[in-house]
């Protein structure tokens, strides 16, 4: 007979921007529990409210499976005397499993005990699991409260714990179970009792409580689409504050507010910001994008008084929009140029100057990318005037107040002074991508402002030392390092990375030796991220080490290498594998110089190299355009010669000459496949 199981953990007002993943982390704590203590189920759900967390488990069964366990006891030498009779180790080993000592079992060089431990009923598994639950959810930071050892997210005030309509005895931090929960914290004052689980959800709607937070969030939604369409216009989604709002609010209700007319004047960015990250509300907009008069948010209650909330947050937007005009208007007595002389006030990174003067390294670095990157004169005068005013808006007050501005802000002064455009959306993208998931620049400008902001970031960073370890990255590097890699891939760009980390180790002061140290690692730091990245896509280990083999250069093609070796199922031409293995075996650890084919001896040198020139002048062109796929059957043709070389010659000869111009001309065969890939690491 199958039980239906919750528990509720009530607590103070939990962090909203936690929950979703402490949603996941106790539905993945939850079936190993259960699972761990051979308890079967239908279905677990997890649900989630500021002020609760609740796990709900269908059709559960009443008492665990019976268990035979299998225990190795000592060994038989051990075990039993010379007669046969069993010793004081065994005696003990038996009482223990108790069981009696003849019932041991001897197979092979010991002796086993075949126990079987009776399930025991699901009343009886619950206190220990459901605390389990409790204590076993891990929290970026946890509190302790009053004189309490027991540590949660926020202090736990209520438990419910049942199986079908009994309480199953549950205690933490002196907080016993019952099965009396409770509403929300200003529309249901009384207690609210929970008689059975399956009646959890609508015993909670009725105390104006919707646990799910599945159900929360289509309401939300829905309210806002219908607030907006009664408003005729359209919500400015963002999945983030949709996310954050489902967390804050028990009861949810959408409603509107006016935005006064003077502050719809101000740049889109200066009113959507202090709006959306600050408050919390949605922007409306009009068919064509620009902003309506209105904003959207969602009470936390029902419909009572909702003019009072509506003025009242009308209210408290006002006063932040005020002070965004009021940034504004005092930003604007200068032009964006005329606020980069402010920026020797704000300190970059201790012992690396100030963010004027990374600014005129971005200037530098901009330059040099945009030389290897074939820019056009225009774009190059385009790209120097988006690294000089790059980081002006660091130092306006707009940006000071509200931080999440930089870019937006630098690209709106720019184009209230007449800069270009092009120049304008260069500022804006030079710190895109912000986050996972974000746009990545689509201007060539932009693209080559960011990737120089970047590696500045990353150089001057490690430089320092400050290196990211484990989970601690405060200057977000890896974030960073993967945005650098995204843009040269979506934008299809081959391009030397490394000479970008050098250029940008040379702009920055410091030891040459350190600084070559440094390029090391910030070249292996990448190599990292590619790889990650490289698996995310679904690309197979050995083929990710086969592309990562040499150093890395350029990006793009590292991983259009890793493409075709997975498309052209390279992987499964084990004889042209087999045979570059053993090139690598037979070369390994050696140097070689040119060859010279005055020294061939054998048909097979001679085979060799003019199989080998026939190739390349086949694959070298499909190189040159990363066409590594179409080269496969022209290097396949090289199997043959090669195991015949490898065969028939005889490389480590006593002649020097001879010797080192075999090694040479293995190594040049070698080096034609690495252009691809290390073909030995392929398993």
Not at 29 to 48: C, D, G, Q
Not at 80 to 89: I, L, S
Not at 413 to 430: H, M, R, T
């Amino acid at each position: 007979m199958s039980k239906n199981l919750l528990l509720e953990i009530g607590t103070e007002e939990m962090p909203a921007n936690i929950m979703a993943g402490v949603v996941e982390q106790l539905k993945e704590l939850s079936r190993a529990k259960f699972e761990e203590n051979r308890i079967s189920f239908h279905e677990i759900k997890v649900y989630a409210t500021p002020r609760r967390l609740a796990v709900l488990v269908k059709d559960a069964a009443d008492r665990q499976p019976d268990e035979e366990v299998k225990k190795r006891g000592p060994s038989i030498k051990a075990a039993f005397d010379a007669d046969g009779n069993p010793t004081r180790a065994a005696q003990g080993f038996a009482r223990g499993q108790h069981i009696d000592p003849s019932q041991l079992v001897k197979e092979g060089d010991y002796t086993w005990a075949h126990v079987v431990n009776q399930g025991k009923a699901v009343e009886d598994v619950l206190p220990d699991l459901f605390l389990s639950l409790i204590t076993g959810l891990n929290f970026t930071r946890s509190m302790r409260w009053a004189d309490e050892e027991a540590h949660f997210i926020r202090p736990v005030r209520w438990i419910v714990a049942l199986a079908d309509d009994k309480v199953i005895p549950v205690e933490f931090a002196h907080v016993k179970s019952g099965r009396v929960s409770r509403g929300h914290r200003f529309l249901c004052k009384e207690p609210v009792t929970i008689d059975k689980p399956e009646d959890y959800k609508e015993t909670m709607r009725k105390a104006f409580v919707i646990v799910d937070q599945d159900e929360r969030r289509d309401m939300i939604k829905k309210g806002l689409l219908e607030t907006a369409e009664k408003l005729g216009g359209h919500v400015w989604h963002n999945a983030d504050l949709l996310e954050e709002i489902n967390y804050l609010v028990e009861y949810p209700t959408p409603l509107y507010g006016r935005i006064d007319d003077e502050f719809l004047k101000l740049p889109v960015p200066a009113v959507v910001t202090p709006m959306r990250d600050h408050q919390r509300y949605y922007p409306v907009r009009k068919e064509d994008g620009s902003l309506m008069p209105y904003f959207l948010t969602v009470r936390n209650g029902g419909t009572k008084a909702l003019e009072n909330v509506q003025h009242g947050n009308e209210k408290v937007l006002r006063a932040r929009l005020d002070d965004a005009k009021f940034f504004f208007e005092n930003d604007r007595k200068k032009t964006l140029e005329g606020h980069r002389d402010d920026l020797t006030r704000i300190n970059y990174q201790e012992g690396l100057g100030d963010m004027r003067d990374k600014a005129d390294r971005l200037q530098k670095l901009t330059a040099f990318i945009g030389k290897d990157w074939n820019f056009s004169e225009e774009e190059m005068k385009d790209a120097d005037r988006a690294a000089f005013l790059s980081k002006s808006d660091l130092a306006t007050g707009m940006v000071t107040e509200f931080t999440e501005l930089q870019g937006e802000m630098g690209k709106e002064y720019a184009l209230l002074d007449g800069e270009k455009p092009e120049v304008a959306q260069a500022i804006f993208e030079q710190y895109m991508p912000r986050f996972s998931g974000d746009i990545l620049p689509k201007e060539s400008i932009g693209r080559a402002l960011s990737l120089a902001d970047k590696l500045d970031n990353l150089s001057a960073t490690f430089l320092r030392g400050l290196i990211p370890t484990g989970s601690q990255d405060p200057f977000a590097l890896r974030r960073q390092t993967i945005g650098a890699v995204n843009i040269l891939t979506d934008g299809k760009i081959h391009w030397d990375i490394r000479r970008g980390i050098a250029k940008a180790l040379e702009l920055l002061p410091g030891e040459q030796e350190v600084k070559d140290k440094v390029l090391s690692q910030v070249e292996d730091f990448f190599r990292q991220r590619i790889r990650a990245i490289l698996l995310d896509n679904g690309i197979a280990y050995d083929i990710i080490d086969a592309v990562l083999a040499g150093p890395v250069d350029d990006i793009y093609a590292i991983f259009l290498k890793a493409q075709a070796m997975t498309e052209s199922h390279l992987k499964e031409e084990a004889d042209l594998r087999q045979a570059v293995t053993r090139l690598a075996n037979i070369t390994k650890g050696k140097t070689g110089g040119k060859v010279d084919p005055a020294l061939f001896e054998e048909d097979a040198e001679k085979n060799l190299e003019a199989a080998l020139a026939k190739a390349m002048a086949a694959v070298e062109p499909l190189y040159r355009e990363y066409r590594y796929a179409d080269a496969l059957p022209y290097l396949k043709e090289l199997t043959a010669p090669i195991n015949d070389y490898l065969d028939n010659v005889m490389v480590m000869v006593k002649d020097e000459a001879v010797k080192n111009n075999r090694i040479s001309q293995l190594l040049k065969t070698l080096s034609f496949f690495d252009a691809w890939g290390d073909f030995s690491k392929l398993v």
